[in-house]
C-alpha cells in the first residue's frame, strides 16, 4: 500500500526531449509538492499544489509545468530537457497545507532523471 | 539571507555509540522539520518540531527556539541508521518558503 507513489524510477532521456513524471499520493492530502535534489543532495522545494491549485512556485524554469488533476495527482512535465535538468525529483505530500512543515510529509521513492 | 547549516557533513560512528547531529537557522521559524534519507534514495519525515522534545524510539530530536538551534540524537546507533539526515524549516516570516540543510551522511559502522 504505498502511500506516495512516482512514476517512472529512472528516467534517461536525450537534450530537447520532453518528459513527464506522475506522481500519486493515496492518504487523502490536501497538498502534494515536487522538489529537486541536486548531485550534492541538496533539496529544494519546486512547486506545492493545495487542492489542485497552486500555493508555492519558486524560480524553477518555464520549462517546468506541474499539473494536478486531482488532489491526488500532482504530474510534472519538463520541456526541452537540458543537461542541468539531471537530477533526482521527490514527490511529497501532506494534509491541508501550512507550509509543508506544520503537518508530518510523506514523500515519494523519487525519480532520477538523466539527461544526457 | 535565511540560511539552515547541519553539522556534522559526515559522521562515522561504531555501533551502539550515540550520535548528534546539529541544525542551526538564522532568522525565526514556525516548524523545523528531520528527515531521512535511505541509502536508497526514499525519504521519510522523523519529526515535526516547534518547541520542546520529541522522541521516537531511539531517536530524540530538540529544538531551542531561543538558540535556533535543533539536534537529533540517536542512542544506541545500529549499522540500519546508516542514513542521510536532513534538516529543514519554514521560515515565519515568509509564508510558505522552505529552505532545506545540506544533510549529514551518517555511516554506523558493526
Known amino acids: 500500500d504505498t502511500a506516495v507513489s512516482q512514476t517512472p524510477k529512472y528516467l534517461v532521456t536525450q537534450m530537447g526531449n520532453d518528459k513527464s513524471i506522475k506522481c500519486e499520493q493515496n492518504l487523502g492530502h490536501d497538498t502534494m509538492y515536487w522538489y529537486k535534489q541536486d548531485s550534492k543532495k541538496f533539496l529544494k522545494i519546486m512547486f506545492s499544489y493545495n487542492n489542485k491549485e497552486l500555493i508555492i512556485n519558486e524560480t524553477v524554469p518555464n520549462r517546468f509545468s506541474p499539473k494536478s488533476p486531482d488532489k491526488a495527482h500532482l504530474n510534472l512535465h519538463i520541456n526541452s530537457l537540458e543537461l542541468g535538468d539531471s537530477a533526482v525529483y521527490f514527490c511529497?505530500?501532506?494534509?491541508?497545507?501550512?507550509?509543508?512543515?506544520?503537518?508530518?510529509?510523506?514523500f515519494g521513492q523519487g525519480t532520477r532523471l538523466t539527461v544526457v | 539571507k535565511n540560511e539552515v547549516e547541519q553539522s556534522p557533513q559526515n559522521l562515522t560512528a561504531q555501533e551502539g555509540e550515540f550520535i548528534t547531529i546539529n541544525c542551526s537557522y538564522s532568522?525565526?521559524?514556525?516548524?523545523l522539520h528531520w528527515l531521512q534519507q535511505h541509502p536508497g534514495g526514499g525519504i521519510v519525515s522523523l519529526f515535526m518540531l516547534s518547541s520542546g522534545k520529541k522522541k521516537h524510539g531511539r531517536l530524540i530530536a530538540t529544538i531551542n527556539i531561543q538558540e535556533k538551534h535543533s539536534s537529533l540524537h540517536i542512542t544506541a546507533s545500529h549499522p540500519r541508521d546508516s542514513a542521510v539526515y536532513i534538516c529543514?524549516?519554514?521560515?515565519?516570516?515568509?509564508?510558505?518558503?522552505?529552505?532545506f540543510g545540506e544533510g549529514t551522511q551518517l555511516t554506523v559502522n558493526p
Open positions: 511529497a505530500s501532506s494534509r491541508r497545507d501550512r507550509g509543508l512543515l506544520n503537518t508530518e510529509a510523506f
Open positions: 532568522v525565526g521559524i514556525s516548524a
Open positions: 529543514a524549516v519554514r521560515w515565519a516570516t515568509s509564508g510558505s518558503r522552505l529552505t
